[in-house]
């Protein structure tokens, strides 16, 4: 079945470091591609999507682009806040079984100190 | 816009008890998910309904959980006989179009003791 693979945290960064976080995903055919940001004591917000191979999804400074070759959708940021300190989730949505499922990585908490 | 609510924000009960959740989504949304998420792991989705038919149910325990959705708006979620490893957050969400940008709320937290 659909799969999502992330990097394992804690990340933990200085103010104004550069963000990567690595997300790979399996999957039969044409999925869409998420990533979700849980602030603390918050529930899960979308940051940004794709939808289709060499789309790029930005929002906050944060991108990603869809690799339909790596099956890759990389999280970055140039210059990290304090307030970026969460814990984010790479996600697929993908038809199985019949129906559109959104399935979630395990998550990277990030922790952004000044 | 009002986002998703639900209640109560945290539980604490004794394994082999009841609890139920309940979730009311954005106003116009077809799709309704509950998702368990573990310390340290990614939600997983228990049950989607579209409107108030059951899409997806695959990966609920249905020997001890139960959902429902009335009149496809509302629904909740019950866990009876409750274990220790049922403890986790608890996700609501909905969306206009299935699998398509869900709005989560801010979950339910369940300690299992």
């Known amino acids: 079945g659909n799969s999502v693979t992330q990097m394992e945290g804690p990340v933990t960064l200085s103010e104004e470091a550069f963000l990567t976080i690595n997300c790979t995903y399996t999957a039969t055919g044409y999925p869409s591609l998420f990533w979700y940001v849980q602030y603390p004591g918050e529930g899960l917000q979308l940051l940004l999507k794709?939808?289709?191979?060499?789309d790029k999804g930005s929002n906050k400074g944060f991108e990603a682009t869809y690799r339909k070759e790596t099956t890759s959708f990389h999280l970055e940021k140039g210059s990290v806040q304090v307030s970026d300190s969460a814990v984010y989730f790479c996600a697929l949505s993908g038809t199985q079984g019949g129906s559109e499922k959104l399935v979630f990585g395990k998550g990277t908490k990030l922790t952004v100190n000044p | 816009e009002a986002g998703v609510a639900q209640s109560p924000r945290y539980k604490i009960i004794e394994k082999r008890q009841s609890v139920a959740f309940w979730c009311n989504p954005i106003?116009?949304?077809?799709?309704l998910y509950w998702y368990q998420q573990i310390l340290g792991q990614g939600p997983k989705l228990l049950i989607q309904?579209?409107?108030?038919?059951?899409?997806?149910d695959s990966q609920l325990p249905k020997d001890r959980f139960s959902a429902e959705r009335l009149k496809g708006v509302d629904s909740t979620l019950k866990i009876q006989p409750a274990k220790l490893e049922d403890s986790a957050v608890y996700l609501c969400?909905?969306?206009?179009?299935?699998?398509?940008?869900?709005?989560f709320g801010s979950g339910t937290q369940l300690s299992v003791l």
């Open positions: 309904f579209q409107n108030n038919g059951v899409v997806d």
């Open positions: 969400a909905s969306s206009l179009v299935p699998g398509r940008k869900l709005f």
């Open positions: 794709a939808t289709k191979a060499d």
């Open positions: 106003s116009g949304h077809a799709t």
